[in-house]
């Protein structure tokens, strides 16, 4: 990558086992803005060059397993964090600050397991449990439905409905653990390194080229 940021520890993600799929780069989330693209940010995942020495491991066993992992969030500079609570200001719902967030400080990923096409695997949500409709609900601060099906985000959630999802989540728990990450209970999808962000800072953004002015 190049020199895009004041801190140079930041590398973009680039391996064939990786799909690059940033959810906040499109509209289809649970803001319904393509908030990366809004500010500037564009497509790419970056992450701190420490998340991407546990990701050579993870890498490894996706290989194993013939397997992929679909990234749908990485390094989220805090001006888009910002902006994600302007459109959604449902407390609990996002880290109240950028300083709260992993992803400002570029040790948590975002992610779920796809075949080798590139077909997500089956899971008890999608990734950011984002349904069109509970997004335009939330949209007008109806969060009753959302939380109802929120519940299915939890790390540690079951039903033996979901037996092949609980499966594959419980893989995807495994390789990322033995990479050196550790899970968060209320979203199955995000992973972070230990003490993160007590141990490294938020990640300013501000010497993208592709920066709009005025954001
Ligand atoms: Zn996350």
Redesign the pocket.
């Known amino acids: 990558m190049g020199n895009f940021f004041k801190d140079n520890n930041l590398v973009e993600i680039k391996d064939e086992r990786f799909i690059v799929d940033l959810m906040y780069a499109r509209p289809e989330n649970v803001t319904m803005h393509p908030v990366y693209e809004e500010v500037g940010f564009g497509k790419k995942a970056y992450v701190h060059r420490d998340v991407a020495k546990c990701l050579v491991g993870v890498s490894k066993k996706l290989k194993d397993l013939k397997l992929k992992m679909r990234i749908c969030?990485a390094y989220r500079p805090p001006v888009a964090h910002r902006r994600i609570l302007d459109l959604l200001p449902i407390e609990g719902l996002f880290a109240p600050t950028a300083e709260r967030s992993?992803?400002c400080h570029a040790v948590?990923?975002?992610c779920c397991l796809t075949d080798e096409r590139g077909n997500n695997l089956c899971f008890p949500t999608k990734v950011d449990a984002y349904d069109k409709n509970l997004a335009r609900k939330l949209a007008f601060g109806q969060t009753d439905d959302f939380y109802k099906h929120f519940a299915k985000a939890a790390a540690d959630f079951y039903d033996e409905k979901y037996q092949r999802e609980i499966y594959n989540r419980e893989l995807l728990k495994s390789i990322m653990f033995n990479a050196g990450f550790e899970g968060?209970r209320s979203?199955w999808?995000?992973f972070?390194l230990p003490e993160g962000i007590s141990k490294y800072p938020v990640f300013e953004w501000s010497e993208h080229p592709n920066k709009k002015k005025g954001v």
Do not use: L, P
């Open positions: 969030d992993a992803h948590a990923i975002d968060i979203e999808w995000h972070q």
